[in-house]
């Protein structure tokens, strides 16, 4: 047998197996073992065209190779194909990678997406924005990369520098930026008594033991005489969900707060423990375009146990848990196993969170192109300093939160 022909029958098997494996999560069911036959079929016909009729001579390694990162992608943003030359760099990355670039990555478009970026972090310093689209990392399309790729050559070592292109509204050519790694701090929550006894809270992001600080601020500001409480989740989009988990329960007595579910996950639900709630305190959350992952779990489940009200922006739409699975030629396959739903049954990445009192961020670029034409655009928000109030004179959102807060109260 040929080298070429055995590669054409190792990739044909290789691409058949990893039918075999996602097809549950394509919703095939009953007839679906026909359609999936079909459909390995279908693959074998077109991976044949290929190799007779093309051009020139095709790489069907590497055209095995394209398929099997578009099927993995096909799925959902976090499922993702390593190939064996991929697996190992990002085996490495995950070991020796001590710094990052301080922003919430995902893909839109086809290409990596920035979410939110981290305050003061290596990312925010080089000038990159939320909602930025990374065209390309280190010269590379990211639209060719899988997300764990992309975010195995964002992290690296310390001091280190990587070069990316972005693409923003309104400009014709990407630009380039180099970002100098480094660990990522992330700011500490930040807190403020606002005018008629409302108390601020604002939270960039929801690393180990943030849920703890969030609930020292709670106490804090109820000690200083709150009598209601804002919630700022706007651009928080990284974390560990179980503290977005704590931290919904601080303000829940009963309920749900969020569950995990997946064909063969069995239902985990995450009820609150009244134990552990800590203020009646009426409460808006403010989110936006850049909220994602934990502080979505806060607040759709502020949200749909009516303990509050969640004003701003349709939120980015991220929650969901990974099995790393390793294959026999030393690639590696990522796929989502089980997603988080919010108390009501949504699936929080397949509908994200709307609010129920929507107000746009006067802050967005909006480069006139329909929603579907052009990257989402999470708006800024004014970071709390010790010394300085929120600008709210120039927050519609926040406006509208201490309204809707103030309304809540006269009717009480």
Known sequence: MSTKLKVTVIASSLAILLFAIVGGFVNVRASSNEGAYRQMSVYSEVLSRIRNDYVEEPNIADVTDGALHGMLESLDANSSYLSAAEYKRYKTMKSDGKADIGAAVSKRFGYAAVVAVIPGGPADKAGVENSDIIESIEGKTTHEMSLAEIHSMLSGEIGSTITV??????????????????VVVIPPVGEKMLADNAGYIQVDAFPEGESQEIAGKIRD??????????????????GEESEGVATANLFLDHGTITYLQGQKYPRQAFNADPAKDITKLPV??????????PAEIVAAAILENARGDVVGDKTFGDGSVQKLIEMQDNSALILSIAKYYSPGGKAIQDVAVTPNVLVADAAEDDSGLPDEEQPATPGEKALVKKDEKPKSQQDDQLNKALEVLKNRESKG
Do not use: C, F, H, M
């Not at 292109?165 to 480094?182: G, L, N, S, Y």
């Not at 808006?284 to 992952?293: C, H, I, S, Y």
């Open 165 to 182: 292109a972005v693409v923003r509204p309104r400009r014709a050519e990407p630009e380039k930026i180099v970002i100098t790694r480094d």
């Open 284 to 293: 808006a959350v403010l989110v936006n375009r850049g909220t994602a992952g």
């Open 221 to 238: 500001l109820q000690r200083q005489g709150a009598k209601k409480l804002v919630l700022d989740l706007r651009n928080s989009a990284s």
